[in-house]
């Protein structure tokens, strides 16, 4: 048997005031406008090694640049990075391509800048509490990778044995799983 229920009507009240304090913070469009910049020079700097006009070049890279900053979302910059790397396969010079120094740190930084302008939105704000974090992590990281792209052009410019060539290539491994683990 069903007990009959009484039911009260709650009536809508004033809303409850909330104060929150924050620190120092960024408004939440910077990290889009700055990954604008980065994804721009990344494809930029990749599109340099084809030969192109470089009206087509600026071209490009200021439309896949825009594209990556209105699409910050994980499918996007990621294959904005894969597509470079694969230019510098595909058009690179010799076994080290010096733009690697300039394609690497900027590919990591549109990753990361890609990560903040997807989880912050742009009429929001991110306190400094929450950024400078990451920021160090990210200058740790990058020099890292530099110290090991600096390895690896040591090792092609001249002979060594396999077994340091074997290790060196363990550590770059390495280094691109960090760089493509998330975080969240």
Not at 36 to 62: D, K
């Amino acid at each position: 048997m069903r007990r009959l229920v009484r039911r009260e009507v709650v009536t809508a009240g004033p809303r409850p005031r909330l104060e929150v304090e924050t620190g120092r913070a960024v408004a939440g469009w910077w990290p889009r406008v700055v990954l604008l910049v980065l994804a721009t020079a990344f494809t930029g700097a990749a599109l340099q090694t084809t030969g192109l006009a470089p009206s087509f070049v600026g071209g490009t890279a200021v439309a896949l640049g825009t594209a990556t900053a209105f699409l910050p979302a994980p499918p996007v910059p990621h294959v904005l990075v894969l597509l470079g790397g694969l230019l510098l396969i595909v058009e690179g010079d010799g076994p080290f391509d010096p733009i690697v120094f300039a394609l690497l740190p900027l590919g990591h930084l549109v990753l990361r800048a890609a990560w903040w302008a997807d989880h912050v939105p742009p009429d929001a704000r991110a306190e400094l509490r929450a950024v400078l974090p990451d920021l160090r992590r990210v200058v740790v990281l990058q020099a890292a990778l530099l110290v090991v792209a600096l390895g690896v052009q040591a090792v092609t410019a001249r002979e060594v044995s396999s077994a340091v060539a074997t290790a060196l290539g363990g550590v770059v491994v390495l280094g691109l799983v960090l760089l493509v683990t998330p975080r969240d």
